[in-house]
């Protein structure tokens, strides 16, 4: 239970009052998306001026695709597109760049590669160039990268993205040596650190330098221990150091990686489920994934995500519903009904009956709990089923040192 007091500070579902602007900004693109779409299907959304609604179109597109529906983010696109006689040339560049990202991250990077290479037409844009390098990192086409590197560095030789996609594309040509000079540039870069520690250690391992890729790979697993790459590769590299304590530690860290990964399971599922325009499904796999691991901050991200672009979908706030019922928060999960049935998207036929049993099952559950409040931990627990999730922190622990004071172990532990 005590891996849910973490939770607590996770997931925030109260209702948007800022701006979508706003919220898209912070981080909170599912409420900005849930903005737009009731603003942009209200009637007043008929009054607006055709820059303002291509403006809210553009920050809705930008929002499915932070959420993982590219699918839906390329079919906003598309739609702008094919009405977009009147738009300029630094909006097509903009647009098609934009189109380019979603399709890549649907794995069809033929067609993003062309959308990429329409965009260059118009303008040879440096952000152009480091689109498309981008775009061959995800197809897997390394040698194809250095050209538009190449154009990054003539506009700037201290360019440290190109400089790192450079190293990337050298080691993936068995040139380790030019990959070890480039690559440490990635580590300039906030949002390629993981990445650059990762490839420095596999450049560093073909180099049989075992103990300096060892400290790359350790840098990335003090920030993320559910990191399986690194995880994995970290096994290998303390095997090849030759000392018995670093074949031990290897077996050790193994023996870690096999028990993660089973918890884990079919880790690239996901994957197909979102280039078939299954984002919430999708998004609803990997939160299974992060809930098999106990790591309920990163599994109630993936849950927001599945929620935000499920449209008429009421699964992913099901599942939700089920999580805060088998925490023991029953009120938390009353409240997600409640939220699916606000909802301005129709749900299916079926949802409100569905929706009307689990409130049934949530009324019993709590009506058993009250006949049972006539000792310390009962007490507990019916507080905590009463509480919201905001204020439920405190009540976790109470009833945390309730179970262990009662000697109910196996409740402590869930």
């Not at 538009?148 to 030789?157: F, V």
């Amino acid at each position: 239970m005590f891996f849910l007091v973490a939770v607590l500070l996770a997931a925030d579902t109260s209702p948007p009052e800022t701006a979508p602007e706003e919220l898209a900004a912070s981080g909170r693109c599912d409420q900005a998306l849930a903005a737009l779409d009731e603003l942009l299907g209200s009637p007043a959304a008929e009054s607006l001026e055709a820059g303002e609604r291509l403006r809210l179109r553009k920050l809705r597109a930008s929002c499915l695709f932070e959420l993982g529906d590219y699918a839906g983010c390329e079919k906003e696109i598309r739609e702008i597109l094919s009405g977009g006689a009147g738009l300029r040339k630094a909006e097509q560049v903009e647009w098609l760049a934009h189109l380019a990202r979603a399709q890549t991250m649907q794995d069809v990077h033929d067609e993003a590669i062309g959308t990429v290479g329409k965009a260059l037409e118009i303008d040879n844009a440096p952000e152009l160039h480091r689109l498309a390098v981008t775009v061959l990192l995800r197809a897997g086409r390394f040698a194809d990268i250095l050209p538009h590197a190449d154009a990054l560095l003539e506009a700037d030789d201290s360019d440290p993205f190109a400089h790192f996609v450079r190293g990337i594309a050298f080691a993936r040509s068995d040139r380790f040596e030019d990959a070890r000079r480039e690559l440490p540039w990635g580590l300039e870069i906030p949002g390629a650190k993981r990445d650059a520690h990762f490839e420095l250690a596999l450049v560093l391992g073909k180099l049989r330098e075992p103990e300096p890729a060892l400290e790359h790979l350790l840098e990335i697993l003090a920030d993320d221990p559910y990191d399986q790459e690194a995880c994995y590769q970290a096994t290998q590299q303390l095997a090849r150091t030759g000392t018995s304590a670093g074949k031990e530690a290897a077996a050790q860290l193994r023996r870690y990686f096999v028990s993660f990964s089973d918890a884990r399971g079919e880790t690239a599922r996901h994957f197909p489920l979102q280039a078939a325009g299954l984002a919430p499904l999708a998004a609803l796999t990997r939160a299974e994934e992060w809930k098999r691991l106990h790591v309920y901050d990163r599994m109630l991200e993936e849950i927001r995500r599945a929620q935000a672009v499920a449209r008429d979908d009421p699964e992913p706030f099901l599942y939700e519903v089920d999580f805060w019922a088998s925490a023991g928060l029953l009120t938390e999960a009353e409240s997600v009904l409640s939220r699916l049935e606000s909802r301005p998207h129709i749900l299916p036929e079926d949802a409100s009956e569905r929706i009307r049993k689990l409130r049934g099952a949530l009324a019993a559950a709590m009506e058993r709990m009250r006949a049972q409040a006539d000792d310390p931990l009962g007490k507990a627990l019916l507080e905590l089923a009463e509480t919201s999730w905001q204020e439920a922190r405190p009540r976790l622990e109470t009833a945390l040192s309730r179970a262990i004071a009662a000697a109910r172990l196996p409740l402590a532990d869930r």
